[in-house]
């Protein structure tokens, strides 16, 4: 019993411990205030207002929206086919593979960028959507090669034996039974692919011009020239954008479990 309370002190404490930051800014994007301080003097949706009117704010709310979906299906298709392949126990070099791909979740973002931008320069596509869109497919693919390559390891192999001993294609097995089994992980990849784009500032400042200003890197440009309650409101879509994403993976993924 003693350890039992301590685990749940601990963990109360963690969670605290994460979710305090995202308690104090919230309420900051309802005040009145042109500065961001406590306690709120009055509670205002202004900065909503200007958020959702103010031209920068806009362009960089539709641009965030234009490339975080662009990388979220690229890192989803990449990803999926690269945790596929991976599978594989008799390919060369296994582990070495799988190193590479999760290797831009380790590397400086600085250094990441710097690449990024020689390399995109070589064939044009900085100052583009493009750019910005392989950039943050490049740092996003590593969370859906974790994500899917766990929803592979917990399917039982004999089922897709068993389709094929019962004349189906590969690509039939793979549509009918190995996908619908890692559809869990392909979602939750997708989820973390799409949040990673959203988050991504260092990359977007190396290969992005200024018609390609996401959120967040509107967001860091108003920190350093002006501190706005506005970004607070920027902050608090974040937040509401996540949770309203993870709970719709969670009724999917409930919902392919009572399927199965």
Same mark, same amino acid.
């Given at each position: 019993?003693?350890?039992?309370?301590? #685990?749940?002190?601990?963990?109360? =404490?963690?969670?605290?411990?994460?979710?305090a930051?995202?308690?104090?800014? +919230?309420?900051?994007?309802?005040?009145?205030?042109?500065? %961001?301080?406590?306690? +709120?003097?009055a509670?205002?949706? #202004?900065?909503?207002?200007?958020?959702?009117?103010?031209?920068?704010?806009? $362009?960089?709310?539709?641009?965030?929206?234009?490339?975080?979906?662009?990388?979220?299906?690229?890192?989803?298709?990449?990803g999926t086919?690269?945790?596929?392949?991976l599978?594989?126990?008799?390919?060369f070099?296994?582990g070495?593979?799988?190193t %590479? &791909?999760?290797?831009?979740?380790?590397v400086?973002?600085?250094?990441?960028?710097?690449?990024?931008?020689?390399?995109? @320069?070589?064939?044009?596509?900085?100052?583009?959507?493009?750019? /910005?869109i392989?950039?943050?497919?490049?740092?996003? +693919?590593?969370?859906?090669?974790?994500?899917?390559?766990?929803? !592979?390891?917990?399917?039982?192999?004999r089922?897709?034996?068993?389709?094929?001993?019962?004349?189906a294609?590969?690509?039939?097995?793979? #549509?009918?039974?190995?996908?619908?089994?890692?559809?869990?992980? /392909?979602?939750?990849?997708?989820?973390? @692919? &799409?949040?990673?784009? =959203?988050?991504? /500032?260092?990359?977007?400042?190396?290969?992005?011009?200024?018609?390609? $200003?996401?959120?967040? $890197?509107?967001? &860091?440009?108003?920190?350093?020239?002006?501190?706005s309650?506005?970004?607070?409101?920027?902050?608090?879509? &974040?937040? @509401? @954008?996540?949770?309203?994403?993870? %709970?719709?993976?969670? =009724?999917? $993924?409930s919902? !392919?479990?009572?399927? #199965?």
């Amino acid at each position: 019993m003693p350890m039992r309370l301590a #685990r749940l002190t601990f963990a109360t =404490l963690a969670i605290l411990f994460l979710v305090a930051p995202l308690v104090a800014i +919230v309420p900051l994007a309802f005040t009145s205030s042109v500065i %961001l301080t406590y306690p +709120v003097p009055a509670w205002s949706m #202004r900065w909503f207002t200007e958020l959702f009117t103010a031209d920068a704010w806009q $362009r960089a709310i539709v641009n965030s929206l234009i490339v975080g979906t662009g990388t979220t299906l690229l890192a989803t298709t990449l990803g999926t086919a690269a945790s596929l392949g991976l599978r594989n126990r008799t390919l060369f070099m296994r582990g070495t593979f799988r190193t %590479l &791909f999760l290797l831009p979740m380790v590397v400086p973002a600085v250094v990441l960028g710097v690449g990024m931008q020689v390399l995109l @320069a070589r064939f044009g596509l900085t100052n583009s959507y493009a750019g /910005v869109i392989i950039a943050h497919t490049v740092v996003a +693919v590593p969370f859906v090669v974790v994500s899917v390559t766990g929803a !592979l390891a917990g399917i039982d192999g004999r089922v897709e034996l068993a389709a094929e001993s019962l004349g189906a294609s590969p690509v039939t097995v793979f #549509r009918r039974v190995t996908l619908p089994l890692a559809m869990p992980g /392909v979602l939750s990849g997708a989820v973390l @692919a &799409f949040a990673t784009s =959203l988050d991504e /500032v260092v990359l977007t400042l190396f290969v992005a011009g200024p018609n390609q $200003r996401t959120l967040a $890197r509107q967001m &860091f440009s108003s920190i350093r020239e002006n501190i706005s309650p506005a970004i607070a409101a920027a902050a608090f879509l &974040f937040i @509401a @954008a996540t949770i309203l994403i993870g %709970l719709a993976v969670v =009724l999917s $993924r409930s919902m !392919l479990a009572r399927r #199965r």
